[in-house]
């Protein structure tokens, strides 16, 4: 089963701050790479998909880059809202598709 | 609007059984396939089955394989989790979600684009 690596674990920013994470599988998975933002006690919502792809609603400040075995998270202006667990997960045929252990974006 | 709307969570001893469901709404639902991701209290995000349209493919995550039955009724528009043999790792909120119809070029992927609020699974004596 291909492993998904995030990092860091948990990140400190401020209002207004640019963020990134980063998202290693332990294969190449071209750019079948989805990321997703969730607040506690609610479900997850999809942010990006194929790597790159922006989500229909979800706001310009997100972005995501990478293929093969290195991507990333971009937030380019930190808001309040987006104070959350953000996850990676791989869709790389066939299943498991698994998820990245999650990153805490804590305000500082 | 869509909507998934899982049932059937609750309190179960070790090795006893319980059936989610997933009830969907808003969408043609007989068009999507469909996961089941779970999370245990504290813990990340853990896959562990999937479903196409039809019904006619099917997935497990290690996990699971053997104790864990993934089914839908699309005249229902329902899908279901059949849990059998639960241990107190079992013990999570179990999410169902549509994989969306998510394309960038020639690459069409598995985003899960809508997910149920969860349904809390307790395994304990």
């Known amino acids: 089963d291909i492993q998904m690596t995030q990092s860091p674990s948990s990140l400190s920013a401020s209002v207004g701050d640019r963020v990134t994470i980063t998202c290693r599988p332990s294969q190449s998975i071209s750019s079948y790479l989805n990321w997703y933002q969730q607040k506690p006690g609610k479900a997850p919502k999809l942010l990006i998909y194929a790597a790159s792809s922006l989500q229909s609603g979800v706001p310009s400040r997100f972005s995501g880059s990478g293929s093969g075995t290195d991507f990333t998270l971009t937030i380019s202006s930190l808001q309040p809202e987006d104070f959350a667990t953000y996850y990676c997960q791989q869709s790389y045929s066939p299943p498991p598709y698994t998820f990245g252990q999650g990153t805490t974006l804590e305000l500082k | 609007e869509v909507q998934l709307v899982e049932s059937g969570g609750g309190l179960v001893q070790p090795g006893g059984s319980l059936r989610l469901s997933c009830a969907a709404s808003?969408?043609?639902?007989?068009?999507?396939?469909v996961n089941w991701v779970r999370q245990a209290p504290g813990k990340g995000l853990e896959w562990i089955s999937y479903?196409?349209?039809?019904?006619?493919?099917?997935y497990y995550a290690d996990s699971v394989r053997g104790r864990f039955t993934i089914s839908r009724d699309n005249a229902k528009n329902s899908v279901y989790l059949q849990m059998n043999s639960l241990r107190a790792e079992d013990t999570a909120v179990y999410y169902c979600?549509?994989?969306?119809?998510?394309?960038?070029?020639?690459?069409?992927?598995?985003?899960?684009?809508?997910w149920g609020q969860g349904t809390l699974v307790t395994v304990s004596s």
């Open positions: 479903i196409t349209s039809s019904g006619d493919t099917i």
């Open positions: 808003g969408f043609s639902f007989s068009s999507y396939d």
């Open positions: 979600a549509r994989r969306g119809s998510l394309q960038r070029g020639m690459i069409v992927v598995v985003g899960l684009d809508y």
